[in-house]
């Protein structure tokens, strides 16, 4: 089965991912992703029938713990990676009129 | 004796001895990666100051008695996905080309504890995303036995800087092989621990159902004691395993007798190179002469791995990466209209090319419509596999293998194809899919002269057995030579 991915699907999928792509790179990625899940759909010969999904190798539960703080005010250092800083909060364009 | 033909445990004890100091040490590494960065470039960042700071430090701790540990005063480099406060931390990629953490990763902070000194952060493939590390934005690091090769990735700036005598050890991380494989192009000891042993915490994430930190050393005696130190419970990270049993240095003894170890015929088939599947025959020719019973036997499932990982890997690489936008730390585009274009242009700009392959595969294979005929197939097919590595572990204490299908290959051959540079880890990735140990050994050569690893897993929490069956092998003095007789130039 070979999947032919539309120009809609990659429109899609770079909505989802919060890409941008150029023209080259769509046809680029139409081509890699249609590889990739031609052969992703070798999983499909696999009877998976009656099988419980595994997300963790290991029965592990949530952990769950006081909500206490343990860190002092940390603000100016992390404020010190800020692309965009003023009055000790994060800069971001307008995000509504 | 050079400073830099020690092991790390050996170096440690000298400094304890009084022969060298930790400053002596420090000192050594750097003039060694003056002389050879300008070849290799396994190192995004070296912070020469702050390793010397430290290195003084450490030496009057253990003068006064205070730091008396197997790995005090010793140079280690640490893989540039593990956040370092006050230093860098780029994941050699360019949307965090400016990040400068305000907290270090736990595994590092017991390296700290224990008196090891940071020399500086390794290059790596963007992201964790790569076998090669040519998809770093920082240039490709290459491989010290032979500069026209790679060393192999992710971990490749890990590797080549044990390799090369860049440092005395070093910490990677592997999600399909990122250890395993470059120490096995690089000829050094590389292990991945059982999930959950290392704390993640401070690693920045990929795959986070399959990534782990481990050692990659010099030899087998340095890996148990690298990893005796980061193994640990921790709180912050909520799939840390509470384990008694990291006492792993006790497991360097010289004897596999009895030991029952199965080499999957599936591992020994098409595409593995003659000349590796030679040299693996042959390590567990040497181990059944140590006393190990060993016999072939059906895996199954093998062929399925490659497709389930890069399905799980993905999806969870596009969760993770989400947070990259340019808001509250690393790079920002600098012209946009509006919230959406800024985020979308920070990171089309940001990331490199397998990156966003991965990230756009994993957003389509999570997306609705698709959820269940991939991403759940997958995680069905993980339990299958997981299951086939149970039925094989109720028979054998270890298993055993190739690393890779091939030597390191020339600088260049493989990003072309990524579908066939994903096939290479088809002997590595099924142990992170089941949460399993390996360890990568030197096994030798081939005729260009490019080292092969031998491979060993063990069933889940069994990381003991793989250290005494490595130790022992490794005292046969089989594998590939010390850096020093094949590398002084």
């Known amino acids: ?54 997300s963790h190798v290991f029965p592990v539960q949530n952990v769950f713990r006081e909500d206490v703080v343990t860190n002092g005010d940390e603000s100016e250092k992390t404020l010190r990676n800020a692309p965009g800083e003023k009055d000790n909060m994060f800069v971001v364009p307008k995000t509504f009129e | 004796m050079d400073i830099l033909e020690y092991s790390a445990v050996e170096l ?41 700071r430290a290195a003084a430090s450490v030496q009057e701790k253990i003068e006064k008695g205070e730091l008396t540990g197997p790995l005090a005063g010793v140079p280690v480099a640490v893989k540039d996905n593990m956040c370092t406060e006050g230093m860098l931390t780029t994941c050699s990629s360019k949307i965090l080309e400016n990040f400068v953490p305000t907290f270090t990763s736990e595994a590092v902070v017991n390296l700290e504890r224990a008196g090891a000194v940071i020399i500086g952060k390794t290059n790596m493939d963007e992201f964790a995303m790569g076998s090669t590390t040519e998809t770093s934005a920082y240039g490709v690091t290459r491989n010290p036995w032979n500069t026209a090769h790679v060393p192999g990735g992710s971990s490749g700036g890990s590797a080549a800087a044990v390799a090369a005598g860049e440092c005395f050890f070093a910490l990677g991380s592997d999600t399909g092989g990122s250890i395993r494989q470059p120490a096995s192009f690089c000829g050094v000891v590389g292990l991945k621990p059982t999930y959950g042993t290392v704390s993640r915490y401070g690693l920045i994430a990929y795959g986070s159902s399959l990534d782990q930190i481990g050692p990659l050393t010099k030899n087998v005696t340095d890996c148990a004691a690298v990893l005796e130190l980061i193994a640990s419970h921790d709180t912050k990270d909520s799939t840390s395993v509470r384990r008694e049993d990291t006492d792993f240095t006790s497991a360097l003894v010289d004897d596999v007798r009895g030991m029952k170890i199965g080499i999957p015929r599936d591992y020994l088939g098409d595409g593995l190179d003659a000349e590796v599947k030679e040299a693996v025959l ?16 059906d895996l199954s499932l093998v062929e399925y791995a490659i ?41 089309s700009e940001g990331f490199g090319a397998e990156v966003k392959r991965r990230i756009m595969l994993g957003s389509f294979v999570l997306s609705s419509g698709y959820y269940d005929a ?12 997981k299951k086939a590595f149970d039925d094989a572990f109720a028979r054998y204490d270890l298993i055993l293998g190739p690393v890779a299908p091939t030597t390191a290959p020339r600088l260049g051959e493989s990003l072309s194809d990524p579908l066939k540079m994903y096939l290479g880890d088809i002997y590595t990735i099924s142990v992170n899919l089941a949460g399993l140990p390996g360890i990568s050994v030197p096994c030798g050569k081939d005729t260009k002269g490019l080292p092969i690893g031998l491979q060993m897993i063990a069933d889940s929490f069994q990381e003991k057995k793989l250290i005494q069956a490595a130790y022992t092998y490794e005292k046969t003095k089989r594998g590939c030579g010390k850096w020093q007789s094949n590398m002084r130039q």
């Open chain 2, 12 to 52: 440690s004890a000298a400094i304890r001895e009084g022969k060298v100091t930790a400053t002596d040490a420090v000192e050594a590494v750097l003039a060694r990666i003056d002389a050879r960065e300008k070849d290799i470039n396994a190192y995004v960042t070296v912070d020469r100051e702050q390793a010397l």
């Open chain 2, 282 to 297: 042959a390590a567990a020719k040497v181990l059944e002469e140590k006393g190990a019973v060993v016999e072939e036997f």
């Open chain 2, 374 to 385: 991939y991403y759940l197939k997958a995680l069905k097919v993980k339990a299958m596999i």
């Open chain 1, 1 to 54: 089965m070979a999947n032919v991915i539309t120009d809609e699907t990659i429109e899609y999928v770079g909505i989802l991912a919060k890409l941008e792509l150029s023209d080259e790179e769509k046809e680029q990625a139409k081509k890699d992703m249609g590889r990739m899940l031609d052969y992703i759909d070798k999983l499909a010969e696999l009877d998976t029938a009656g099988i419980e999904p595994m």
């Open chain 2, 307 to 347: 497709p389930a990982y890069y399905t799980i890997a993905a999806a969870e690489a596009s969760s993770n990466l989400e947070r990259f936008d340019g808001v509250k730390y690393g790079y920002r585009t600098s012209s946009y209209e509006g919230l959406h274009n800024m985020y979308k242009k920070t990171r």
